[in-house]
């Protein structure tokens, strides 16, 4: 099997990783991790824009991966911002899921006051392709929850495309915690809107493995801001 250089460019530690398991420390769990594998050296470095990246060996030990002192690009801990590479790109967060073939979705809801619209709007990522979507709705039983609808609407659409498609997994970004809270029921369900999201994600559930992925709103991610912008442009279709 030929050698690769699996290079870091957000994760726990930055770097570049001889082996899966320590990348995978890396970037497992983590929010909007962006890594990518090359087959040589040189491209990784390119990769993550410094040429005084160090190399960091396989640590033989995959629990102890994460504490393997792997220097981080320009000596900047990776965790100091919650925001990605404004030049991300589609194969970048295709890459970051944990398994090949998952739905990979940056997802957000908006209200607009104006017109008295809610819009939901993100972006999936599938088979290397990206697929946005917005729309919106003026449908009492949403503009009642104003923006909170938006979001849910956006999760429904994410996660009844993935059924629709028969996709199994589904990493699913966003920056509202009830998209996951109702959807697993740590939070009641005291409205018909929540109760509603509720009851279409236990028929989702079972049939696709969902990681819910909490973001931090309006901090620079690419994607994020993104769904953002879908979701405003999705109040003025309804």
């Not at 979507?133 to 609808?149: A, D, L, Q, R």
Request: proline content about 3%; charged content about 20%; overall charge neutral.
């Amino acid at each position: 099997m030929a050698k690769k250089f699996y290079a870091v460019q957000r994760g726990r530690a930055l770097g570049i990783y001889l082996t899966w398991a320590d990348c995978e420390q890396q970037v497992k769990g983590f929010s909007g991790a962006v890594y990518k594998s090359f087959p040589t050296k040189e491209e990784a470095q390119a990769f993550l824009g410094d040429d005084k990246v160090v190399i960091n060996e396989p640590t033989g030990d995959s629990k102890s991966a994460g504490r393997s002192g792997a220097t981080s690009v320009k000596g900047t801990p990776s965790t100091a911002k919650n925001t990605s590479s404004n030049t991300g790109t589609v194969m970048d967060v295709l890459q970051s899921t944990i398994t090949e073939g998952a739905l990979v979705a940056y997802i957000d809801g908006s209200f607009n006051k104006h017109l008295g619209s809610v819009g939901a709007g993100g972006v999936m990522f599938y088979n290397d392709k990206q697929i946005p979507f917005s729309f919106g709705t003026k449908e009492p039983m949403y503009t009642e929850f104003w923006n909170v609808s938006g979001e849910l609407l956006a999760s429904m659409h994410v996660l009844q495309y993935a059924v629709d498609h028969g996709i199994a997994e589904c990493h699913l970004y966003y920056d509202y915690m009830g998209i996951e809270m109702w959807a697993t029921k740590k939070w009641k369900r005291n409205n018909r809107l929540t109760q509603a999201y509720a009851a279409f994600c236990d028929t989702v559930l079972p049939q696709v493995r969902v990681h819910f992925h909490k973001v931090a709103a309006h901090t620079g991610d690419t994607y994020n801001e993104m769904a953002d912008q879908l979701a405003k442009q999705g109040t003025m279709k309804a």
